[in-house]
């Protein structure tokens, strides 16, 4: 089975902090992505990387970064924490292939106060 | 660029009867991928159902079966003999087949409750 981790289930934060959430994947997958999700807005996409050190921006990129320093683990960034960045953050990742499904860690619920 | 409708932001259904939740979908492409993705109450989304469009025979996973009209850009899902472990959110979602990087474009998700 696909298993897909982030390092936290709940986080709070204050304003301006640096924020790092973390995902792991144990598939070899090469793609992996970070999404929000937010009540009627649905998830939408913030960056993903399809190799290690590559990356693309996504629908929503603004007031983050990522960091994929190793195929498996790949980081998200808040570098200074804003309110409007509360939300349900979930990390996902498939194999570079056409049409694969991805499959979801369980998600971050992030607190910025 | 791709857009996907839920209309109905939410819904409920008794046990064991039949329910369908719709999803509408607009795009340029011919070859393309839709997903049906569900997310219990505090857990972990997970695929439900896959149907490529290029093929015209709709899937099929034991209880959950999709009705899909590619002229007219409609990808419904129908759950029947509904159990209480349905209860969740519900997404729809297109994926282009074209290149490799297999980006998800989501909709706004559909809450279904099933009622004991």
């Known amino acids: 089975d696909v298993k897909v981790t982030q390092s936290s289930r709940y986080l709070v934060k204050r304003t301006g902090e640096k924020v790092f959430l973390e995902c792991v994947q144990d598939?070899?997958?090469?793609?992996m992505f970070w999404y929000r999700q937010d009540p009627g807005l649905g998830l939408r996409l913030i960056y993903f990387?399809?190799?290690?050190?590559?990356?693309e921006k996504g629908d929503i990129p603004e007031g983050y970064s990522v960091s994929r320093e190793k195929k498996e683990r790949f980081s998200l960034i808040l570098e200074s924490a804003s309110t409007n960045q509360t939300s349900m953050y979930l990390c996902a990742s498939n194999r570079l292939a056409v049409g694969e499904t991805q499959y979801f860690g369980p998600g971050t619920r992030l607190l910025v106060l | 660029a791709q857009t996907v409708t839920q209309s109905q932001p939410e819904m409920s259904v008794q046990e064991a009867e039949t329910v369908t939740l719709s999803c509408t979908y607009d795009t340029s492409e011919n070859n393309y991928y839709l997903f049906w993705y569900k997310q219990p109450p505090s857990r972990q989304m997970i695929l439900v159902i896959r149907?490529?469009?290029?093929?015209?025979q709709n899937a099929t996973e034991n209880r959950f079966s999709v009705n899909f009209q590619k002229a007219a850009k409609s990808f419904s899902l129908k759950i029947s003999d509904s159990q209480l472990g349905d209860t969740a959110m519900y997404f729809c979602?297109?994926?282009?087949?074209?290149?490799?990087?297999?980006?998800?474009?989501f909709g706004k998700g559909i809450t279904l409750s099933v009622r004991p």
């Open positions: 149907q490529e469009a290029y093929k015209q």
């Open positions: 990387s399809y190799d290690v050190k590559m990356k």
């Open positions: 979602a297109f994926m282009k087949r074209s290149g490799a990087n297999s980006k998800l474009t």
């Open positions: 598939m070899d997958h090469e793609n």
